[in-house]
């Protein structure tokens, strides 16, 4: 197995820079830096770009309008995207619900859908999560009957991520009640423009409205817009998760946390002596330096297996565990070194267009913020937990 890069694959690396260098809108960069929320205009912006470079979809095939890269290039654009704080990508299309349609969809469904996500056309949201089904997502209870042409869904999702800016929803339902869990789950793809859908927002721990409240009240929904048979819902969700909780472990994010805890510990004063010299605080930077050291040498083995044809498996559950915990760490450890400054809660320059007259507490605002929102990493795309569960039994045969 090896591990490092071939001349071919720096040349890559080095063409990626040079895009991000010139095409990465500067308050873009910007706002990304400081930790501010994007507006849904400059996603699209940014998304914009990437598709006119033909690099919006990653993860996508040349025949469906992709760049047809494989694993290690993917891995170099996320990398250096995070590296150069570019927006990440929303993923509910172009990595989630696409390779999906790819999968298990019709020609015309292909047709119709791909290349609205590739021009922008679609926002995606994720209907999965159900009060009461987050980690055993089995026990859904939305329910789809069939009449005629049409499924009526009645239920109710819960923690939709940007669902108030989507127009399109997939979704998981309940078409057939008598059937083991699994069996009875069918996927639908939902336009949220229809009648009998409210968004309700909720606002997370640090104020901001990122995760919603869904309720369908007997939507409407063609029979055309089923992915697969009725009842394969299962095996789409399954699949969409796994390449879901291989891009979780957020190796490229982790990293450029890394460098900023660093070069703000070494500007951060204790007792005369940058905070970095402290032993009991070097001590945990070092011990997150090697951790997210070994994270990388596991993806980029996972990453190895994928370029010679391998398919994630429970690795991909191991990545997210590992990657979400360390994420967590280095916030902490930031709000931690920024200490005091990191109190004061500016939400309207964090959410908003505000500015700050001071650039310190610019640079500061967002470490008590991230802290907060980091929580959610161990629990969203699979619980830990349950992750842990998995790699137990599949890797270990526990």
Known sequence: MNLNYTPDELAFRQEVRDFLATELPDDIRERVRLGRRLSPDDQLRWQNILSERGWLAPNWPVEHGGPGWGPVQRHIFEEECAAAHAPTIVPFGVNMVAPVIMRFGSEAQKQHYLPRILANQDWWCQGYSEPGAGSDLASLKTRAVREGDHYVVTGQKTW?????????????????????????????LIDMTSPGITVRPIITLEGAHEVNEVFLDEVRVPVANRVGEEGQGWSCAKFLLTHERTGIAGLGHAKQALRHLKSLATRVQHRGRP?????????????????????????????????????????????????????????????????????????????????????????????????????????YGGANEIQKSIVAKTILGM
């Open 160 to 188: 939709t991520t940007l669902g108030q800016h989507a127009n399109m929803m997939f979704c998981l339902v309940r078409t057939d009640p008598d059937a083991k869990k699994q069996a009875g789950i069918s996927f639908l």
């Open 275 to 379: 905070l970095l010299e402290l032993a009991s605080f070097r001590q945990r930077v070092v011990k997150a330096e090697l951790e997210l050291m070994a994270l990388e040498v596991t993806n980029l083995r996972v990453i190895a297996a994928a370029r010679d044809g391998g398919v994630p498996g429970a690795e991909s559950s191991l990545l997210k565990v590992r990657g979400s915990e360390l994420r967590q760490e280095l916030s902490d450890l930031t709000r931690r070194a920024l200490g005091p400054a990191a109190l004061p809660f500016f939400p309207d320059f964090l959410h908003g267009d505000a500015e700050l007259d001071d650039p310190a507490q610019a640079e500061s605002a967002a470490g008590a913020a991230q802290y907060f929102n980091r929580r959610k990493l161990s629990i």
